[in-house]
């Protein structure tokens, strides 16, 4: 397995990580206390993590660099989860399946609840009062 060396764009969530660690007594804050003070480039801080961290320490440092870079991305890519139940789970795939011609089977779950909305503020009041209507009592609040 190749060892994971800390980049500059590291250094902060590596950083963050072992302060929080030595605050709650996970590395200690006496061994290294000022070579880590000083550790501000990558090419210090992998020294003070090479000289003061068991490879368990180490380990989990580099997991949690890693969960945290995801944890970045995700939120940058605007991706969100939401909790459906079954029953919208099925209609919004009874959706795809009636657009699949229109979208050449590339309508995604996100594409359908998008062309939801547009239908949506594309009608008119009495439109969304008579659609509102139909709305099974299994989609309405309470049930």
């Known amino acids: 397995m190749k060892k994971y060396t800390i980049t500059?764009?590291?250094v902060y969530r590596t950083r963050k990580y072992i302060e929080k660690a030595m605050q709650d007594d996970r590395i200690s804050n006496c061994h290294g206390a000022q070579k880590f003070r000083e550790a501000y480039t990558p090419a210090l801080l992998q020294q003070y993590c090479d000289d003061y961290l068991t490879a368990e320490q180490f380990t989990t440092l580099r997991n949690s660099v890693r969960k945290a870079k995801q944890r970045d991305i995700k939120s940058q890519t605007h991706i969100k989860s939401i909790d459906i139940?079954?029953?919208?789970?099925?209609d919004l795939h009874a959706v795809i399946d009636d657009c699949r011609e229109l979208y050449n089977g590339e309508l995604t779950l996100s594409g359908a609840i998008a062309l939801m909305f547009k239908?949506?503020?594309?009608?008119s009041g009495p439109k969304i009062k008579a659609a509102?209507?139909?709305?099974?009592?299994?989609f309405k609040k309470n049930n």
């Open 8 to 10: 500059e764009a590291d």
């Open 85 to 90: 139940n079954q029953y919208a789970f099925n």
């Open 119 to 123: 239908v949506y503020e594309e009608s």
């Open 132 to 138: 509102l209507e139909l709305v099974p009592d299994k």
